[in-house]
């Protein structure tokens, strides 16, 4: 099962609280990928983590994004937020990308 996969692979995820977790949504939407330093700033705005663990719960991020758009993971009935949406739209586009490479 993917889950017990991805739960092999990232023992330290579970060490980000739900408040970490938001501070690092809204400084990815904050610090788009053109941003200099942008991991820099990101590991800045949340506190307590490394330019690499931001880099390596990102690219988690968007292999969560890659299982849910193509269908493997059902998408809950949640009502978009103004903070929530323009983030989707900007990870997915970078999802998108990133594929192209």
């Not at 996969?5 to 990815?28: G, H, I, M, R």
């Not at 705005?45 to 990102?58: L, Q």
Request: hydrophobic share 30%.
């Amino acid at each position: 099962m993917a889950s017990s996969t991805l739960s092999k692979q990232k023992p330290y995820d579970s060490c980000w609280t739900p408040k970490q977790n938001k501070v690092f949504e809204k400084a990815l939407a904050k610090y788009d990928k053109d941003t200099p330093d942008r991991w820099h700033n990101v590991a800045k705005a949340i506190g307590g983590k490394s330019e690499d663990d931001v880099k390596r719960h990102y690219q988690i991020l968007l292999e969560d994004l890659r299982h849910i758009e193509s269908g493997h993971v059902p998408i809950p009935n949640y009502k978009s937020t103004p903070t929530t949406f323009p983030l989707s739209t900007t990870l997915a586009s970078e999802v998108s990308k990133a594929e192209m490479v």
